[in-house]
Structure formats: C-alpha cells, structure tokens
C-alpha cells in the first residue's frame, strides 16, 4: 500500500527532493492565465515553491543552441501552408 501523500511527502523531502506548495502550482497555473495567449505553449518549471518560464530562455537563445543555419530553416518553415495559424478563420473540426 502506498503511503498516504503528506508522510511520501516528507519523505521525499528528508532525501532532498524539492517539495512544492499547492498554492505554488496554483500562482504558476494563474501566471500561464494571466498571459493569455501568450502562455500558449509555455513550458514552466515549478520546483522549491519557485518557477520559471524555460521556454522565455530558449526561445531568446536559439541561435546559441540551434545555430544560425538551422535558425533560419526553423523561422523558414514557419509560412508553410501545413499548419494553420492560431486565430485562423476557421476552427479544427474535432
């Protein structure tokens, strides 16, 4: 049987795993609402009552890590008839 979720908790803890607070994913939940389109996608890392947007960063580093050729391939692909835009006419039919 499973410990019940504060005794795992203070577990986890004791080993040094960062506990995070409910009220922590719920300021980093209202933070992705607050953007509004803007936290469509974003990737956030919420650990020791703390987060961070990971996206923000590599989304300003590409270059550094993609590299200039592949860079401008990425930013290339991006006017291809494939993939609708957010905010198209037309909504996915699901």
């Known amino acids: 049987m499973a410990a019940p979720p504060d005794v795992y908790a203070a577990e986890m ?3 040094g795993v ?3 607070k409910p009220e922590s994913i719920a300021l ?14 974003a990737g956030i890392l919420v650990q020791a009552d703390r987060f961070v947007d990971l996206e923000r960063g590599l ?6 890590w993609m590299g200039k050729e592949m860079l401008e391939l ?3 692909g991006r006017g291809a008839p494939l993939f ?6 037309e909504k996915a039919k699901i």
Do not use: H, T
């Open 59 to 64: 989304a300003k580093s590409r270059e550094a």
């Open 13 to 15: 803890a004791k080993a």
């Open 74 to 76: 990425f930013r290339g």
């Open 28 to 41: 980093a939940v209202c933070y992705l609402f607050n953007a509004q389109k803007a936290g469509n996608g």
């Open 18 to 20: 960062p506990i995070n």
């Open 84 to 89: 609708d835009r957010l905010g198209a006419a």
